[in-house]
Structures are given as C-alpha cells and as structure tokens.
C-alpha cells in the first residue's frame, strides 16, 4: 500500500491523496508535485520551513539529535579518521576511497591547482582594502570565461572536470586575495603540501625567506575543512542549485554560492563572532550583551548561537571547541582571553531561559574564528576558509542535481500581494 496524505478542499469539496515519501533518515515528505494542477492552489513557506527543495544522498542533519552525516559516515568518525581530501572524495563520489583512489584524487586536485596567469590582472583591479569575499566572489566568477573544454554540463566527464577545477583553485584563489591585500607577490602552490598545508604556504610564504608549514596549524585547518565541507541544503548550497538549474555555467554557480555564504547569518558568522567578542571584551560585559541579544528592539544577536536545523548542540562545534582547547594549547595561546570569554558566554547562554526555550545552542562558527585567529588567519579571510571547504559541498550538490534524469529549472512560486490589474494613465492625467 502506498503511503498518503489526503488533502479535503473544503471549497470545493474535493479531495486527493498525495503521495508521502520516505528517505533513509529524518521526516517523511509528501509530494505536492499535483497539488496545483488538481486543486489550483499552491503553497506559501518563506524561508523553507517545512519544504523540501529536493531528493540528495550527500548529507543528512538530524537537528534535534545532534547528528551530522557526510553520506552515511557520522561527522564525529571523519573529524577523528579522515582528511579533508579523503572527504572530498567521499562527498564527491559517494563512497569512501581505497588508497589509490585516493591518491589519484589528490594528484588531479594537485594538478589542476594553479590558476591562469591572466587572471592576476583581475586582482590588479581591486583596491588593496576590498574585502578577500567581494574578490573571491569576482575571480571565482571570472573562471566561467576560461576552461572551454569543459562546458557541456550535461557530459559526466565535463562535470566531473569542473568540480575538480573548482575544488584544487579555491586555494590558490583565497591565497592570492589575501597577497593582494597586504600587497605581497602572490605565492605558486606546491604539490609537496597538503591541501591544507598548500593554502597556508600560499598565505604565509614570501620569496625572500623559508617558510615551513607548522603540522599543528596544518592539521588544525584541515579538520576545521572537513568540519565545514558540507551541510545539506543550506542558503549557499541552494543558492548554487538553483544558479545551476537553469545550465548556468558551473563556476559562475559557485560564485552565488560565495555570495550567499558571505552574509553574516551564514558563513559570515566567524567573521562576525570574533568581531562580536572583541566588542564584547571582557567577561564582566557578558550579561549586558546578553540581555541586548534578547531585546527584540535591539538589532544585536549573539553571533555564533543558534541554528535553523539544530536545536540541540551543533556537533561540529563541540568538536571545534575541543579543538580550540588542543590548537590554542599547542601554539602556546591557551589563555587567549577571548577563548576564556567566549566559553564563558557560551555558558551564560546555555543557562539563560531565552536561549533554553528557544533552543539556541553555538553553531559551527561560534569557535572556528578563534582557531583561525591562532593560526594568523586575519579576521576579513574567516568566511573565505568556510568558502574554501564548502566548495566540495558545493561542487557534490551541483553534481548531483545536474546529474538528475528529471532535473528542471527551479522556479518557486509567490502569493502575489501587490496592486490589482490597473490601466495605464498617462502622465497628464494622473
Ligand atoms: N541571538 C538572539 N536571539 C536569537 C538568535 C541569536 N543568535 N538566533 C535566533 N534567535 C531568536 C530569534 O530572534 C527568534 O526569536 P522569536 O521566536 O522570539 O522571534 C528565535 O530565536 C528563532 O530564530 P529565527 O531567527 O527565527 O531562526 P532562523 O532559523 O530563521 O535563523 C539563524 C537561524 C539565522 C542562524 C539565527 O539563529 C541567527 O541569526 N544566528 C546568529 C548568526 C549565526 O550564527 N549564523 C550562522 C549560522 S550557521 C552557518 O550558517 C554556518
């Protein structure tokens, strides 16, 4: 027997039965695809409380347990096991790699990781002080007009050659952003590095010295990478399905993507944590902030807190607030006095009524600033690092949709609310 919701119009008297659908993991879904042809009505859910926007096997999110899955594989197990490009792979293709399939991942990353040598001209023409997001969001744009071979989204193989481009350039995209703005030589990748150690020899590295990438920093960037590789249908991620649902070409979707994470109620949170604690500045200040969060008058939110999906502890926030504990101690900063205050704020809030009630606990950015601070990250390249690791997401999501035997433009439906059919007047007559 197959599963139903029945709907009754209680208009018209008429009723059907929509289908309701169930995946592997979290609610069932009831299929509204017949809903406008039979009944003529559609359906109004600003901000997709309750709508499901596709079918996806990459990540599942339980919000209210917890629970993060990167196809299958509980986030907590990867954090532990994995590296950032053994997740890419997953991510990518599904399943998780046997050894050679993962070195032969990591030689095409590695081969593609270079950009064209006229795309530094693009750099020239920003100001030293634009922000590395408003760069990345040209530059990576920018790519749609190269790579000519590789076009035809609807050839597996093109797709395939895309997203690895995507993928291994991201770096040396951030890296060069970040040159440009304090006005040093952009740096060459190095395929003697690791993706993650690749991206702080791009960043930190000058021609006229040695640089060796310290393994505490190295290794600390790349799980905060496979912490942030994916997250379902986020804002960005959807952003980037709906960009490429029309065919657009696959580096310009990425590019909306890098425009929609960049608001500060999405990946501009760790930019916006670090610039909310400096504000905050000692712990004696806590309550008064607290208290601004909770006035509804007041636009300040506690940044880092809260989440649309989870309602209970983000469980990559635990795994960053452990890291901070192990990073910060490692590179000789443990008493930084804005980790004592974040988790100090951390605490006030778990035990505040507002924040219990509301179910707002901290989400993955709430800790992540104060790692790439340690790491001399500067603040204005925070957002840049969640870009850098979500652009597998990204690439996976888009893979996925495109490679959908049904897939369709999307094309959301409104309530209209604006002024009724009016005739013309001329200007004389108004
Ligand atoms: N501080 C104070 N109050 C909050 C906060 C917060 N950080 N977050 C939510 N609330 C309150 C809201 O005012 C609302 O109250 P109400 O029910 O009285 O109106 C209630 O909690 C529910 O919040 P919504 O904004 O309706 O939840 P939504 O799912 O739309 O937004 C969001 C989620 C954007 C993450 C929100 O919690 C927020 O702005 N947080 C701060 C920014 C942030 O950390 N963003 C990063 C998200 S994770 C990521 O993208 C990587």
Redesign the pocket.
Same mark, same amino acid.
């Given at each position: 027997m197959v599963d139903v919701v029945t709907i009754i119009d209680s208009r018209s008297g008429k009723s059907i039965e929509l289908p309701l659908l169930h995946g592997t993991h979290g609610s069932p879904v009831f299929d509204i695809g017949r809903l406008y042809r039979e009944l003529g009505y559609f359906t109004l859910d600003p901000?997709f409380l309750s709508t499901a926007s596709c079918h996806s096997a990459v990540t599942f999110i339980d919000g209210e347990q917890g629970i993060l899955l990167y196809r299958g594989y509980p986030i907590e197990q990867l954090a532990e096991n994995s590296s950032f490009l053994e997740v890419a792979y997953l991510l990518m293709r599904g399943e998780l790699p046997m050894q050679q399939q993962l070195d032969n991942f990591t030689a095409l990353i590695n081969h593609h990781s270079m950009i064209n040598e006229s795309l530094k001209n693009f750099y020239l023409g920003f100001n030293h002080d634009a922000h590395p997001m408003a760069i990345m969001v040209g530059v990576v744009g920018s790519l749609s007009a190269f790579y000519h071979d590789s076009t035809d989204i609807h050839d597996p193989a093109h797709r395939e050659i895309a997203a690895l481009r995507m993928i291994a350039k991201m770096p040396t995209i951030a890296a060069a952003s970040y040159k440009h703005s304090i006005g040093e030589p952009f740096v060459y990748p190095s395929n003697k590095h690791s993706y993650a150690g690749n991206l702080l020899h791009m960043m930190f590295s000058v021609p006229s010295e040695e640089y060796v990438v310290d393994p505490v920093a190295e290794k600390a960037l790349d799980l905060i990478f496979v912490l942030h590789a994916d997250h379902e249908q %986020?804002a960005s991620t959807s952003t980037v399905r709906l960009a490429g649902s029309s065919g657009a070409n696959p580096f310009a979707c990425i590019a909306s993507g890098i425009a929609a994470l960049w608001g500060?109620?999405?990946?501009g949170?760790n930019e916006?944590v670090l610039r909310m604690l400096e504000e905050i500045g000692d712990i004696s200040n806590i309550s008064k902030f607290i208290t601004r969060?909770?006035n509804?008058k007041d636009p300040f939110?506690?940044?880092?807190?809260?989440?649309?999906i989870y309602k209970n502890y983000d469980p990559r926030a635990r795994i960053i607030r452990d890291m901070c504990h192990k990073v910060l101690g490692k590179l000789g900063d443990e008493q930084d006095p804005l980790f004592e205050l974040a988790m100090r704020l951390e605490e006030v809030a778990l035990n505040d009524d507002y924040f219990i009630e509301?179910k707002?606990y901290p %989400?993955?950015?709430f800790y992540s600033g104060l790692i790439y601070r340690a790491l001399g990250i500067p603040i204005n390249m925070f957002t840049v690092m969640f870009a850098i690791a979500r652009t597998v997401g990204w690439a996976a999501h888009w893979t996925e949709m495109i490679g959908e035997p049904e897939q369709r433009i999307g094309r959301p439906r409104q309530l209209y609310v604006g002024p009724q059919h009016r005739d013309y007047q001329p200007i004389d007559q108004r």
């Amino acid at each position: 027997m197959v599963d139903v919701v029945t709907i009754i119009d209680s208009r018209s008297g008429k009723s059907i039965e929509l289908p309701l659908l169930h995946g592997t993991h979290g609610s069932p879904v009831f299929d509204i695809g017949r809903l406008y042809r039979e009944l003529g009505y559609f359906t109004l859910d600003p901000g997709f409380l309750s709508t499901a926007s596709c079918h996806s096997a990459v990540t599942f999110i339980d919000g209210e347990q917890g629970i993060l899955l990167y196809r299958g594989y509980p986030i907590e197990q990867l954090a532990e096991n994995s590296s950032f490009l053994e997740v890419a792979y997953l991510l990518m293709r599904g399943e998780l790699p046997m050894q050679q399939q993962l070195d032969n991942f990591t030689a095409l990353i590695n081969h593609h990781s270079m950009i064209n040598e006229s795309l530094k001209n693009f750099y020239l023409g920003f100001n030293h002080d634009a922000h590395p997001m408003a760069i990345m969001v040209g530059v990576v744009g920018s790519l749609s007009a190269f790579y000519h071979d590789s076009t035809d989204i609807h050839d597996p193989a093109h797709r395939e050659i895309a997203a690895l481009r995507m993928i291994a350039k991201m770096p040396t995209i951030a890296a060069a952003s970040y040159k440009h703005s304090i006005g040093e030589p952009f740096v060459y990748p190095s395929n003697k590095h690791s993706y993650a150690g690749n991206l702080l020899h791009m960043m930190f590295s000058v021609p006229s010295e040695e640089y060796v990438v310290d393994p505490v920093a190295e290794k600390a960037l790349d799980l905060i990478f496979v912490l942030h590789a994916d997250h379902e249908q %986020n804002a960005s991620t959807s952003t980037v399905r709906l960009a490429g649902s029309s065919g657009a070409n696959p580096f310009a979707c990425i590019a909306s993507g890098i425009a929609a994470l960049w608001g500060p109620a999405h990946g501009g949170a760790n930019e916006a944590v670090l610039r909310m604690l400096e504000e905050i500045g000692d712990i004696s200040n806590i309550s008064k902030f607290i208290t601004r969060a909770k006035n509804k008058k007041d636009p300040f939110r506690l940044m880092g807190f809260g989440h649309r999906i989870y309602k209970n502890y983000d469980p990559r926030a635990r795994i960053i607030r452990d890291m901070c504990h192990k990073v910060l101690g490692k590179l000789g900063d443990e008493q930084d006095p804005l980790f004592e205050l974040a988790m100090r704020l951390e605490e006030v809030a778990l035990n505040d009524d507002y924040f219990i009630e509301k179910k707002l606990y901290p %989400n993955v950015d709430f800790y992540s600033g104060l790692i790439y601070r340690a790491l001399g990250i500067p603040i204005n390249m925070f957002t840049v690092m969640f870009a850098i690791a979500r652009t597998v997401g990204w690439a996976a999501h888009w893979t996925e949709m495109i490679g959908e035997p049904e897939q369709r433009i999307g094309r959301p439906r409104q309530l209209y609310v604006g002024p009724q059919h009016r005739d013309y007047q001329p200007i004389d007559q108004r």
